[in-house]
């Protein structure tokens, strides 16, 4: 029900925007977010919006770097990341969730993407 899209390589420094699109199920009903996952660890949370577009969440490593936003279109959300640093490479999941706060914890989201792959070199 979810598709991400976006990932690709970059160079430190550089700029990727994720997007997630979602058929089947409303964005206006859930809180959304994005996971990734790199290289030889556990998935761990990068951001979050909730339901209304008015909170929002990050991790300690990508605060101030990374932007979480919905689109104008609906049912799509974007990760906007700027200033990569080779630690963000990773595969990177779209999530989604019922109700109006985000956990940071994998195991409370309902909802998944496939994955796409994002490669920061230095």
């Known amino acids: 029900q979810l598709q991400a899209s976006g990932g690709g390589l970059a160079q430190a420094g550089g700029s990727l925007r994720l997007s997630c699109a979602a058929s089947e199920l409303a964005f206006s009903s859930v809180t959304v977010g994005w996971f990734r996952q790199a290289p030889g660890k556990e998935s761990s949370f990068v951001a979050a919006i909730n339901r209304s577009g008015g909170g929002t969440g990050y991790a300690d490593s990508v605060r101030g770097r990374f932007t979480i936003s919905r689109g104008a279109a609906k049912n799509t959300m974007y990760l906007q990341m700027n200033n990569l640093k080779p630690e963000d490479t990773g595969v990177y999941y779209c999530?989604?969730?019922?109700?109006?706060?985000?956990?940071?914890?994998?195991?409370?989201?309902?909802?998944w993407g496939q994955g796409t792959l994002v490669t920061v070199s230095s």
């Open positions: 999530a989604a969730r019922l109700g109006g706060l985000y956990t940071t914890q994998s195991g409370g989201w309902r909802y």
